[in-house]
């Protein structure tokens, strides 16, 4: 089966590249299949995960929004944090949920930011979903 190559790149340095034969993501406009041949495009990506799949295999990779580019031979994901389903520490992903529920919990009785909070508790939820492979 045909594959195309897959770059997940952030600020600190490549996250994920091999050959795949799918990638599915979210971009702010709706669900995302890729599959080698596709159209050239420009996509803004949601909190989400992305699945790679080659053969009887899906990886997963957790990204914090961040952009998509699809061009004949490549795709190329910039996101500004990503992480693997195999780097992710549960732990630490668990309890920066806990943290973000806290802040959220606390909007009415102070003056946190409501929408970094609320961007924390989904970008941890992601990662833990990732993780876990729970969709």
């Known amino acids: ?11 600190d340095g490549p996250v994920y590249e091999s050959d795949v034969e799918m990638i599915s993501t979210k971009a702010q406009s709706g669900e995302l299949g890729i599959l080698p041949g596709h ?5 803004p990506l949601q909190i989400g995960s992305v699945r790679l799949k080659n053969g009887g295999n899906t990886e997963f990779v957790a ?6 580019e699809v061009r004949p031979d490549q795709v ?3 996101a500004q944090a990503a992480e693997t389903a195999e780097h992710i520490d549960l732990e630490r992903a668990l309890k920066a ?9 606390e909007v009415k009785q102070s003056n ?8 924390a508790l ?4 992601n990662r833990i979903n990732v993780q876990k492979r729970d969709f």
């Open 112 to 119: 946190v930011d409501f929408k970094r909070a609320e961007l």
């Open 63 to 68: 990204v914090t929004g961040g952009l998509l």
């Open 1 to 11: 089966m045909k594959t195309i190559k897959v770059s997940v790149v952030t600020p």
């Open 76 to 78: 190329t994901i910039l």
């Open 122 to 125: 989904k970008r941890a939820i």
């Open 39 to 43: 159209i050239p495009m420009v996509a």
């Open 97 to 105: 949920k806990e943290r973000a529920e806290h802040r959220l919990n």
